[in-house]
T-cell receptor, first 114, second 110 residues
Framework: DAGITQSPRHKVTETGTPVTLRCHQT?????MYWYRQDPGHGLRLIHY???????DKGEVSDGYSVSRSKTEDFLLTLESATSSQTSVYFC?????????????FGPGTRLTVL | QKEVEQDPGPLSVPEGAIVSLNCTYS??????FMWYRQYSRKGPELLMY????GNKEDGRFTAQVDKSSKYISLFIRDSQPSDSATYLC??????????FGAGTTVTVRA
């Protein structure tokens, strides 16, 4: 998985609790992304980062925040988890952030919010 | 209406058959077209990439783009059980923002 790890790989939590997912890369790529994957919707971008402390919103950012204090780590936080945030979350990285630049995906985190 | 439409299948074919997958899209600004393969419980991996219209071949895989019809296809020749996966189309106008189809699940029966 192109030197990308995600933790935890599985998590079950209750509505209203905060949750933080971690993405760690060893490729020194500048661009990092968080997606969610739901049946019938494919992958949808939540947030992305174009450098340390540089982040921006994606298509489905409501209810999520991110932080990137080091090149290798990109954190996704659900401030107060809701059942609609039950999903599989994928982190991705790319070197240049352009359309033709390949995005490499991590193994995913399966999150269940009860 | 979604920007990218993809038939979710599932699609089941015998080993050796040709698998045909397709996506339609509505955004005429899309110029970059990709196919990702995703095995069960894994992250997607890039399979094919095409810029603008035309065909691209890589081994048993052929990607076609018809921008006039806003239609892209992926063909897998001589399909193998190891090709059993979910195939996602993705496309972009001119930057990192990818619009994905919902994915088609393919099973190749031995």
């Amino acid at each position: 998985d192109a030197g990308i790890t995600q933790s935890p790989r599985h998590k079950v939590t209750e509505t209203g609790t905060p949750v933080t997912l971690r993405c760690h890369q060893t490729e020194n790529h500048r661009y990092m992304y968080w997606y969610r994957q739901d049946p019938g919707h494919g992958l949808r971008l939540i947030h992305y980062s174009y450098g340390v402390k540089d982040t921006d919103k994606g298509e489905v950012s409501d209810g999520y925040s991110v932080s990137r204090s080091k090149t290798e780590d990109f954190l996704l936080t659900l401030e107060s988890a809701t059942s609609s945030q039950t999903s599989v979350y994928f982190c991705a990285i790319s070197e240049k952030g352009t359309a033709e630049d390949t995005q490499y995906f991590g193994p995913g985190t399966r999150l269940t919010v009860l | 209406q979604k920007e990218v439409e993809q038939d979710p299948g599932p699609l089941s074919v015998p080993e050796g058959a040709i698998v045909s997958l397709n996506c339609t899209y509505s955004n005429s600004a899309f110029q970059y077209f990709m196919w990702y393969r995703q095995y069960s419980r894994k992250g997607p991996e890039l399979l094919m990439y095409t810029y603008s219209s035309g065909n691209k071949e890589d081994g048993r895989f052929t990607a076609q783009v018809d921008k006039s019809s806003k239609y892209i296809s992926l063909f897998i020749r001589d399909s193998q059980p190891s090709d059993s996966a979910t195939y996602l189309c993705a496309m972009s106008a001119n930057d990192y923002k990818l619009s994905f189809g919902a994915g088609t699940t393919v099973t190749v029966r031995a």
